[in-house]
């Protein structure tokens, strides 16, 4: 997949079938899209482009951070998993933002990427203040000789499959299960191991720190939680293990600043400096205040167990990806 970044990479193709959104976590909503734009690329002998923002648009129109579900990286990674040709990048700017609609498909995607057909999801708007709607597009696709198709919304367990609702899932509730679901996939977040007080090993369990790699993702609600942890060496995944995250304060001993850190099971050696990316499995339960030591140490050893149940007996494994 060719991935461009700004209006100057853009490479222009008349065969070109395309689709515009943030794409934040590439759900089950965002890769019915994205199969369907394929299909048709395919179908008609052209090439498939998704575009894409970066920072995300929310951000930059009102004035505030938005927590991120993927990083632009980790949005193109999953956007190639299905097979798109090719994956661009626009940064969103004030100046962007004041760009109408009928502009924006004039001069981006018609005269800079070149369209033939455009797919977009059932809510889809664009365009400054959001004007631009599939109604509009069908409008200007009689004009320019471009065909629209809208795709449905996918639900899931009753729910409108969303990036909204499945960071709510994660921030707020810690439902890591349901949030998969809705992200075919579970969810996952990177970072690097620094030095920590070292007080999980004097108890017997011994936890890597974690300084999560990009400042907008979204940290899964406070509390306990079985993960997968793959050893990360120049961006391609290495070693996996089994492990157990506390997210939280840790409030037995006094409290503080808000910790990510995950014991290793089964596994002793010295990770710290090394990136690691996080896979969520299992919320086990919420982070609360024990009244001894001892205590901390038996729910611990129960938490522990209960890992070792969900992801599995035997030794850690090794992949390639």
Do not use: W
């Amino acid at each position: 997949m060719k991935r461009q970044f700004g209006l100057e990479q853009i490479h222009h193709d008349p065969t070109s079938v395309v689709t515009v959104g943030t794409f934040d976590g590439v759900h089950v909503g965002h890769q019915a899209i994205l199969k369907y734009l394929a299909a048709r690329a395919d179908a008609r002998g052209g090439s498939s482009v998704v575009l894409s923002f970066d920072p995300h648009p929310r951000e930059v129109v009102h004035n505030t951070p938005v927590p991120l579900l993927t990083t632009i990286d980790e949005r193109a990674d999953a956007v190639e998993r299905i097979g798109i040709d090719r994956f661009v990048t626009l940064p969103f700017t004030e100046a962007f933002s004041k760009l109408d609609a009928v502009a924006f498909v004039e001069d981006v995607l018609i005269e800079r990427i070149g369209l033939r057909e455009i797919v977009i999801g059932y809510d889809h708007a664009f365009g400054r203040d959001r004007q631009g709607n599939a109604e509009l597009l069908k409008e200007l696709g009689t004009r320019y000789g471009f065909t629209v198709d809208v795709i449905p919304p996918q639900v899931v367990e009753e729910h409108v499959v969303s990036s909204t609702e499945i960071r709510a899932l994660l921030s707020e509730k810690g439902n890591v299960t349901l949030a998969a679901e809705m992200l075919g996939r579970p969810y996952s977040l990177h970072g690097t191991v620094v030095r920590g007080d070292g007080r999980g090993r004097k108890i017997g369990f011994p936890t890597a720190n974690i300084a999560i790699n990009h400042p907008r993702k979204v940290v899964p609600a406070t509390g306990v939680y079985a993960v997968r942890v793959q050893r990360m060496t120049g961006g391609k995944a290495g070693r996996q293990l089994n492990g157990m995250m506390n997210i939280g304060y840790r409030p037995t001993f006094g409290g503080g600043e808000h910790t990510v850190e995950v014991h290793l099971l089964d596994f002793d050696e010295d990770v710290y400096g090394e990136d690691l990316r996080i896979e969520f499995v299992r919320h086990l339960r919420e982070e609360r205040r024990f009244e001894s030591k001892d205590e901390l140490v038996e729910q611990l050893s129960r938490d522990r167990s209960r890992c070792i149940h969900l992801l599995g007996e035997g030794s850690p494994q090794s992949s390639e990806g």
